[in-house]
Structures are given as C-alpha cells and as structure tokens.
C-alpha cells in the first residue's frame, strides 16, 4: 500500500512540475520551435542517444563477465533494453536497474555479484560524468560563472566523493553499517554485498575500463543536446553544454519523479536560460530528450513482452555460480 501511495505522489509530482513548465511556457510557442527546427540535426542528435545505450549495454556486460557472469551480448541486450521500459512506472531510473540484475541473476544466480555490476556500472558513469563537468567548468568559468552552477557542481563532486568511500574504503562502509547495528541479519548482508564491491579496489584495472566505456557516453551526451540545439539555431559553443548536461543528467536520476521527468525539464530551463538559450527552446530540447527516453523504453517493452518473457520461460536456469 505504501508502495502505491509512494508511485501516486511522484507521480503527481512528475504532473505539477510539467504543468508549472506549461503555465510558464505556452503550448503554442514549443509547437512553433518544432516547427521552425530542422530535422537533420535531430535525427543525429536521436542517433546519438541511441549510440549511448548501445555503449552501456557493453559497458554493463564487460563488468559483468569481470565478476565471472558470463551472459551474451543479445541477452545483455533483451534485459538492459526490458530494464528501461520499467523505468516508465517507477521513479528515476532504478527501477530498470533492479529489473536488469533480478533477471541475471534469475538466470546464473549470485545476486551479490550481479547488484555490484549494476551499481559499480552506475557509479563509473557517475565519476565519468562529474569529470567532464569538472572539465568543462575548469575550462569555460569565466563565460559561465554562475553561482547555481557552482553550487550544483560542487555538490556533485561531494556525493560521489562520499560514494568513492563508502565503496572503496572498508572501514568506512563498516561505520555506516553501524546505523544497523539493531538489525545484525541486514548489517551481515550489506557487509557481505560490500565486500563484493571491493573486488573493483582490488582489481583498479577493471574499474579502469569500465570507466573507459562511461567517459564516452558522458562526453557524447552533451554532444547530443549540442546538436540537438542547432536544430533550432542555437548558436552557442558546445563548452556550454558540456558545464550544463551531466548538472541537468545528475538532477533527472534523483527519485522524487517517473523517469526524471519534470525535474529534467525544469532544470533544462533554469540551466540553459543562465547562457541565454530561451526557455521555450530550453525546454524543446529536454523534451526531446524525453521522448528518446520513453522511446527507448517503449522498444524495451516490445522486447519483453514479445521475446524476452518468452525466452526467460523456455530458457533454463544455468548452474548457480
């Protein structure tokens, strides 16, 4: 019941910040920026995004076999891809997580060892991601110095800072397992999941390439809101976009709304309005990475509906790792 009640209210928060965004923003005005926009640049700019997930999904199968589960590239494909249609009714993008690793491990069994692989997948691509802001800004301050985006650097760097110690250094962990010292049966089992994520310090090369798939697809994000922007004849440097994309990327991934709408959006606005892109363009092109979002995780429901629950059934489960 709380679960439901919990769905309800990000869900109508996910509402109330769209319909703020509109009564700001009028329907006519973004419906005139489609218009008016040119259709080369938004076909690379989808291309791009696809490219993206494309590079995940290796990036999720190469941790993956470093930890011994060996799987496919097509069934790596079938789960990640299932994964996103998840996040359509579930808050942030956790949802499909969750999915991704509950299916391999269904499959090959060691929970422990897959959850490591999808969260150790999501914390390379956060260090990727806070790198190249930290980059960008090192870079373009002094056409760029506003305070909102300082603070929301600065705030990053701060919790995946604090995420890097809680993974890589054990005593750390330990003492923040400490808040569970009532409940000895869970402190054991985040203790023994830790442990699992410490493989990665053990062996920095692993975590090394790994990082290597997630530089890509953080610098080829903000190239894709770039493109995506001359499509409306923005013509802004892209130093811009590489300071502002991973701020509004890290925003989205908080869980208060379905998918990181609404938060995205309004974030979009703010963040490009400091660089003097008009909020009804700053919000077109959010929006249409929206729409390659709940694209992506359509052609994810398509999979599961008509192969991947199918193949899970007539596929048996391989010896328990």
Not at 54 to 63: K, P, V
Not at 145 to 161: A, M, T
Not at 280 to 305: A, C, E, K, P, R
Request: proline fraction near 3%; include cysteine.
């Amino acid at each position: 019941m709380k679960g439901k009640i919990f769905l309800f209210f990000r869900l109508l928060v996910t509402i109330a910040i769209l319909f703020a965004l509109f009564k700001f923003i009028s329907y006519e005005k973004l419906v005139s920026v489609y218009k008016d926009s040119k259709r080369g640049y938004l076909v690379l700019g989808f291309f791009i995004f696809f490219l993206c997930q494309i590079i995940g999904i290796f990036r999720w199968r190469f941790l993956l076999s470093s930890l011994g589960v060996n799987i496919s590239i097509r069934e790596t494909f079938y789960s990640y891809f299932c994964g996103l249609f998840l996040n359509l009714f579930f808050p942030s993008f956790f949802a499909g997580d969750v999915f991704r690793g509950f299916c391999i491990s269904y499959r090959y069994g060691d929970a422990g060892k897959v959850a490591s692989s999808v969260l150790m997948d999501r914390f390379s691509g956060a260090i990727a991601l806070t790198l190249v802001a930290g980059f960008a800004f090192i870079i373009g301050r002094s056409i760029m110095p506003s305070e909102g985006v300082v603070v929301s650097l600065l705030l990053l760097c701060v919790i995946v800072g604090f995420s890097s110690l809680a993974i890589f250094s054990r005593p750390f962990f330990r003492f923040l397992a400490g808040v569970f010292k009532r409940k000895p049966h869970l402190q054991e089992k985040l203790i023994s999941f830790h442990d699992k994520l410490y493989f990665f310090k053990n062996n920095p090369k692993i975590f090394a390439k790994s990082f290597l798939f997630s530089l890509p697809i953080q610098l080829l994000m903000p190239t894709g809101f770039f493109i995506i922007s001359r499509a409306f004849d923005v013509n802004l440097g892209a130093i811009y976009f590489f300071i502002v994309v991973p701020i509004v990327t890290a925003i989205a991934l908080i869980p208060i709304t379905i998918a990181g709408a609404g938060t995205r959006e309004a974030s979009a606005v703010y963040f490009f309005s400091l660089v003097g892109i008009e909020k009804s363009i700053g919000l077109g092109i959010s929006l249409l990475n929206l729409i390659f979002v709940i694209s992506m995780s359509i052609i994810g429901g398509i999979f599961y509906i008509s192969v991947y629950h199918k193949w899970l059934q007539f596929h048996p489960q391989r010896n328990k790792l």
